[in-house]
Every structure is written in structure tokens, then in C-alpha cells.
């Protein structure tokens, strides 16, 4: 079956997981790492257009992303790079700015950095340890966006520190070091509902939309995401933004193509087709449905799959702790066969 649809970027998305457990083949935070980078460069031969990686603070997963970011740029040439997405109450705007300008440099420009209020975490308000309080009558949510707007700020080359007069001359503001042409334009906000997405739309970032959305009307996740989209994009227009949007969902997606992915999948097929709903935070959340089956029956439910049709973007969250090996098959199946037979080329 083949539908007309869009040209679409296809990207990996990776939880970075690590376990020394049954079955894990990534049993160690060096494993991790060292496979995701082999992971990257290998997507980027299969043709997959981005690698990836979910930021979670205090557990066994990815945590420091520009380290590995840099590793991936300087063994790759033309794979978008990133995050989805980094919790800004744990970061220090300035000393992100001048890290994502340095890997943005060593890239040639293929830095697409995810950001957002983030997640429910297994420690509680991991954030403070680090370092971070939110102000006298203001939210951790609030937090994150302030450090987001300063974040923007410094990466955009505004001046944000005071010179010194002795040794500059002037006592201006004076930006971080180094700078990098054209990241503002490639910072995406994570939005959970559909008023965080038309918020990041009034602020000019790009959309990075999840497998969840942190609220629940009744009407199937895509539709709801599509909803989001639709706002997003909208409020980007009424803002009158100069340049074009982007937007990002991201999907599981297995294709069933060898006995492998029959035993580790195969069973979950029909029990993960359908959305969940669920209370996460303290509230009502929709989680979006999986994709596992063969693959023409896999290109038929994406194409009826509103959000996907909606976004020019699709992050394919990834199994990681199956291994490299695994994962570019899956990656090669859907970039070579799901992907030319659903018109995403």
C-alpha cells in the first residue's frame, strides 16, 4: 500500500537504559554510551535522518547528553543530532548555552536540542540537589521556563554578563563563548497538553511531541495529538514567528521481521495496540497506542494515524537494552520499506 503523504524526517529516540539483568545487552553506563554512538552511526547509513536521547537525572539511564552528542558528531556527517528532552530545572542556562554552541560547531549545524519543564522522577526534587530553587512564588514549572528564556537568550548571542571596563574597554553586556549561527532555531519545547504546545508556539520554539499527553478528552491519542499540533501551529501564526515551525511525534514502532523480534514482541502485539489511560502527576494521562506487527499491516494503521500525517517528524523510540544489532534492523526495516511505502521519501 502506498499513501501520499508529506516527506517526513525519521529519527531513533533512545531512553538510554542500562541494567546488568537477564536478557540486557547493555549491562553497564559505558555500554550504554558506547552503543549509542555505534547506534548513530550506523542509523546514519541505514538513511535515518536523527539520533536521539532522553535526559533522566538519578537513574540508569542517559543523564549528560553533550559528551555523547559531541562522540556522535565527530563520527558522523549528516544525522540531525539531539534531545528529547532535557529538564530545564536541573540546568544551568548559561553553561548549557555555551556546551550546545560547542557541539553545535563540532556537528556543522545538525544540533536539534529538545527542552522542557520535564518528568516525574525517582527522587524528589532532584533539581534542588543540583543546585536550582525555583523563586519565592514560582513552580518548578515556572523555574524551567525561566531557565529556558535564558537559555535562548545566551544561545542566541544576546550579551548576558557585564563587562569588565579594566580589561575590555567598555562595560556592556558581553555574550558566552563560543556562538554558534543558527541554534535558536532549532530548539524544541516538550509539550505534555495542548496549552504547553501553543505556548512554545507564541515563544517560536519547535513542537517535540511525546507517546503521552498529560490530559485526556476521550478521543483517541493521534486525534488529541493532532489537536495539539493544530494549536500549536496556530499560535505559531497568530505570534507571526519568521520562519517555519517544525514538529516532532515520536512512536514505538516494531516491525515483526525475524524470529527475534517475533519472541521479544510478538505476544504484545495485540495487547499494545490500543491507547491507555492512566494517572501520571497527579492526573489523567493519555498514552499512545504501539505499533507492532508485519510490516504492511504496520504502513496501513501509521498512515490512519492523525498525528503522524500532522508532524514532519517521527521519533522512533528504540529498545536500546536489545542492543545494537537489534536496533538497526529495526531502524533499516523502517527507513528502507515502511518508510518509501507510506510516500514519507
Request: glycine fraction near 10%.
Amino acid at each position: 500500500m502506498t499513501v501520499c503523504v508529506l516527506m517526513k524526517r525519521i529519527g531513533f529516540l533512545s531512553f538510554g537504559h542500562w541494567g546488568d539483568v537477564p536478557g540486557s545487552r547493555v549491562r553497564s553506563a559505558r555500554d550504554a554510551l558506547l552503543q549509542a554512538i555505534d547506534l548513530a552511526v550506523a542509523a546514519e547509513e541505514a538513511g535515518v535522518d536523527g539520533a536521539f536521547f532522553r535526559v533522566h537525572h538519578f537513574a540508569e539511564q542517559q543523564a549528560s547528553p553533550f559528551p555523547l552528542l559531541s562522540a556522535i558528531a565527530a563520527r558522523t556527517s549528516s544525522i540531525e543530532i539531539g534531545t528529547g528532552v532535557i529538564d530545564m530545572r536541573y540546568e544551568n542556562p548559561l553553561y548549557m548555552a555555551e556546551e550546545a554552541a560547542a557541539v553545535d560547531l563540532i556537528s556543522g549545524g545538525r544540533l536539534q536540542l529538545g527542552v522542557s519543564r520535564g518528568s516525574p522522577e525517582t527522587v524528589l526534587a532532584g533539581y534542588e540537589d543540583f543546585g536550582h530553587l525555583p523563586d519565592e512564588g514560582e513552580s518548578d514549572a515556572d523555574m524551567a521556563r525561566r531557565h529556558t528564556e535564558r537559555f535562548r537568550a545566551a544561545i542566541a548571542g544576546l550579551g548576558v554578563a557585564r563587562a569588565n571596563p579594566q580589561l575590555s574597554g567598555h562595560s556592556g553586556l558581553v555574550p558566552v563563548q563560543p556562538l554558534s549561527p543558527t541554534p535558536p532555531e532549532r530548539i524544541w519545547w516538550g509539550a505534555g497538553n495542548r496549552a504547553s504546545a501553543r505556548w512554545a508556539g507564541q515563544q517560536g520554539m519547535n513542537l517535540m511531541s511525546s507517546t503521552l499527553l498529560t490530559e485526556d478528552t476521550g478521543v483517541p491519542f493521534d486525534q488529541l495529538q493532532a489537536e495539539q499540533i493544530a494549536g500549536f501551529r496556530e499560535a505559531w501564526a497568530t505570534a507571526g514567528h519568521a520562519h517555519t515551525p517544525r514538529v516532532s511525534v515520536s512512536r514505538s514502532i516494531i516491525p515483526l521481521i525475524d524470529d527475534e523480534s517475533q519472541r521479544y514482541f510478538g505476544l504484545r502485539a495485540q495487547a499494545d495496540a490500543r491507547d491507555q489511560v492512566g494517572y501520571l502527576d497527579g492526573g489523567l494521562a493519555r498514552f499512545g497506542r504501539s505499533y507492532i506487527g508485519e510490516p504492511d499491516r504496520l504502513i496501513d494503521q501509521l498512515a490512519r494515524d492523525a498525528a503522524v500525517a500532522a508532524a514532519d517528524t517521527v521519533l522512533v523510540t528504540v529498545p536500546n537494552q536489545l542492543g545494537v544489532d537489534f536496533n538497526v534492523r529495526l531502524l533499516e526495516s523502517i527507513s528502507r520499506h515502511l518508510r518509501p511505502s507510506l510516500g514519507w521519501d
